[in-house]
């Protein structure tokens, strides 16, 4: 039987592979940067706990004791105090010459991944394990988000999809969501792929 729960910093080791796996060409665009690897950030902004890559940011789905899955969830309102505490992590971690360059590739990937509406309860960094995907535990998880989603007054669910992964849309779209818009990357080509926005009603 799943358990879900928020997550600490002391997931991290289970729940970084799951966070970098649900997007990872946009992860390394966003934080690889001369000599230090976007899995340095994203250790480094899970366990300080702030932030959208933030251990407070996300739930866990638990089975025996491991995690197996794991996705943040939030609204536009979330979304900006989330946003302000990531840019203060930024500027933490990698040296200030490179602050302007990061923040342009942050705006480069907001053309595929928009701020989510206010009453929208949004999914990212959804993973699971690969031995337990296709075995129920991500649906388990957004049945759990969506009474949560509801309880906080929220309307839809939204989450964005690479065009590069039809097996993830063909997933959520068998769960309810649907293609709302497409989104294309405005940053090198090639770098990120193109997104899709599914969207759904809670």
């Not at 001369?34 to 994203?42: A, E, I, M, V, Y």
């Not at 996300?58 to 943040?72: E, F, K, R, Y």
């Not at 669910?157 to 293609?179: E, H, K, M, T």
Request: hydrophobic share 40%; proline share 6%; charged share 15%.
């Amino acid at each position: 039987m799943y358990q879900f729960r928020s997550a600490t910093a002391q997931d991290a080791d289970a729940v970084l592979p799951l966070i970098y796996s649900s997007g990872p060409q946009a992860i390394d665009y966003a934080f690889a940067c001369q000599g230090t690897s976007s899995h340095d950030f994203l250790r480094f902004a899970f366990t300080d706990g702030k932030g959208l890559l933030g251990y407070r940011n996300h739930t866990v789905a638990v089975l025996d004791g491991q995690v197996q899955g794991v996705a943040a969830f939030y609204n536009l309102f979330d979304y900006l105090r989330l946003t302000l505490q990531h840019l203060g992590q930024v500027w933490r971690f990698y040296p200030a010459r490179h602050f302007i360059g990061l923040l342009w590739r942050g705006h480069h990937l907001q053309s595929v991944m928009p701020p989510p509406g206010q009453r929208t309860h949004y999914v990212a960094h959804f993973g699971v394990s690969p031995a337990f995907r296709s075995k129920g535990i991500g649906t388990a998880l957004l049945d759990y988000e969506r009474a949560v989603g509801r309880a906080q007054g929220r309307s839809h669910y939204a989450i964005d999809v690479s065009v590069d992964n039809p097996r993830a849309q063909a997933l959520y779209a068998r769960y309810g969501f649907s293609i709302q818009a497409e989104n294309r990357f405005a940053g090198p080509p090639g770098a990120v792929p193109n997104g899709r926005r599914l969207t759904m009603p809670l």
